[in-house]
């Protein structure tokens, strides 16, 4: 089995700065893209930013400038330290990766069970 745990939400004032974190463990041969998306209530989930193994990154407009993703490889881990928060960030967030359990099958997407991010005053 393959499990993505995320951590590091919380509730932080606008303008201030969180750094979510998501580590995959289970057998895993090798994990391929790596991202982070959100949900807002009644909102549909959308893609935040994104990596690939190799380092590239892509964020969506939202976040550009404000919000950097990145990955440990050695650790399995994908972070997202977001700053100059605001109320409009406000959602859970939720990794995902694509993850090769073995070198002799497809790879799969697996998501976390999301972190409650609240910016508010």
């Known amino acids: 089995q393959v499990q993505l745990v995320e951590s590091g939400g919380g509730l932080v004032q606008p303008g201030g700065s969180l750094r979510l974190s998501c580590a995959a463990s289970?057998?895993?041969?090798?994990?391929?893209?790596m991202a982070w998306s959100r949900q807002a209530p009644g909102k549909q989930r959308d893609l935040v930013a994104r990596?690939?193994?190799?380092?590239?990154?892509n964020y969506a407009d939202s976040a550009k400038g404000r919000f950097t993703i990145a990955r440990d490889n050695a650790k399995n881990t994908v972070y997202l330290q977001m700053n100059s928060l605001k109320p409009e960030d406000t959602a859970v967030y939720y990794c995902?990766?694509?993850?090769?359990?073995?070198?002799?099958?497809?790879?799969?997407?697996?998501w976390g069970q999301g972190t409650q991010v609240t910016v508010s005053s």
């Open positions: 995902n990766a694509d993850i090769l359990r073995t070198y002799y099958t497809s790879a799969l997407n697996y």
């Open positions: 289970g057998t895993i041969a090798s994990i391929l893209t």
């Open positions: 990596i690939t193994s190799g380092g590239s990154t």
